[in-house]
């Protein structure tokens, strides 16, 4: 189906930040002295200190940052290069004669 100009590809009008919002309202929600928030975090930081190990990396993405990642070829191959180039031309010319 080809996309028609001035017409939503999003009808119902839903686009998520409900349940953002839900989310929202549920971990700032207090019990005692502790949020919901609070209380999710210790939870993760004793699922990681079991050594579960996509607990200790989200701990560790949170504090630290993600590791960055190398973007390149294979050893191989070798690096991975890119060339962009921009080209104006005027069509008001006649190009080929």
Known sequence: MP????????????NGKQFKAA??????????????????AEA?????????VAAINAVADRLDGKA???????????????RIERVIVDSSQDRNP
């Open 68 to 82: 960055t990642q190398l973007i390149g070829g294979d050893d191989e191959a070798g690096p991975i290069l890119h």
């Open 44 to 52: 993760l930081v004793e699922k990681a200190k079991t050594g579960d």
């Open 23 to 40: 989310l929202l309202l549920a971990i700032k929600r207090t019990d005692g002295d502790k949020t919901e928030l609070a209380r999710i």
């Open 3 to 14: 996309f028609e100009p001035g017409v939503s590809g999003n009808p119902g009008g839903k």
